[in-house]
């Protein structure tokens, strides 16, 4: 299974990142310096650059995987409030899933294998969950994880810890500003236009603001 913790990109997608990378600060070196050597030269940072977007990547990842760990939580606090048992309600998890996120998405994934592992070899479900929650590099999954085992062990409401855990992540899964520049709605055309034409003075400067999904702080305490 998956390592969130780490980003590896295909050659595919390396290759992409490679062709942006080296066109667009080559096009820089060439637009201030307006040599080829210099398009040259700033295409090779272009290498260093690699471990910045892989972590950005990752990142990205991670929290993707979180929205769909929340939707996950939602149908299983369902399932057992039902009076399912943990692995038929993260199978009937994975079916739910795969309608809404799709069957390439990684929390399908996830859930799929769990399912899987529940039904063919009875799996221990806390061992799995605390698989899951290493291999996801998150804090939040983590701690579900641990309040699971802590609820099976000593008989408490699986049900609620599921239900609250999933309103928990849908309240701190919030817009939030942050101080950084707003890459997606930072139009280049009119920037190096500008920087061309009049002595070096972009016409537009990216967004030194944008609003991001971040959870701030998720505890979980069971009573």
């Known amino acids: 299974m998956i390592d969130y913790r780490i980003y590896s990109p295909g050659p595919r997608e390396q290759a992409l990142f490679y062709a942006a990378a080296i066109s667009c600060l080559g096009s820089l070196g060439l637009l201030y310096y307006r040599s ?3 398009f040259c030269l700033c295409a090779l940072l272009a290498v260093p650059c690699k471990p910045y977007w892989a972590s950005y990547m990752r990142k990205k990842r991670q929290e993707r995987l979180l929205e769909g760990f929340r939707d996950m939580l939602y149908t299983i606090s369902s399932a ?3 009076g399912r048992q943990l692995p038929m309600a993260v199978e009937e998890a994975a079916a739910a899933l795969k309608g809404s996120w799709g069957e390439n998405s990684d929390i399908y994934k996830e859930a799929s294998h769990m399912a899987s592992v529940y039904r063919e070899t009875h799996g221990d479900p806390d061992a799995l969950w605390e698989d899951f929650a290493l291999r996801s590099g998150l804090g939040e999954i983590r701690r579900f994880a641990e309040s699971c085992r802590i609820c099976r062990r ?3 409401n699986l049900e609620d810890v599921c239900f609250k855990c999933s309103n928990l992540l849908l309240e701190r899964i919030s817009l939030k500003e942050e101080m950084k520049a ?6 280049t055309i009119y920037y190096c236009y500008g920087l061309e034409h ?11 603001t944008c609003e991001v999904k971040k959870v701030e702080d998720f ?3 069971i009573d």
């Open 36 to 38: 080829f050597a210099a």
């Open 80 to 82: 057992v409030a039902a």
């Open 154 to 156: 000593n008989g408490g």
């Open 182 to 187: 707003d890459l997606d709605t930072f139009d």
């Open 198 to 208: 009049f002595g070096n003075v972009p016409l537009i400067e990216p967004q030194e």
């Open 219 to 221: 505890v979980i305490a």
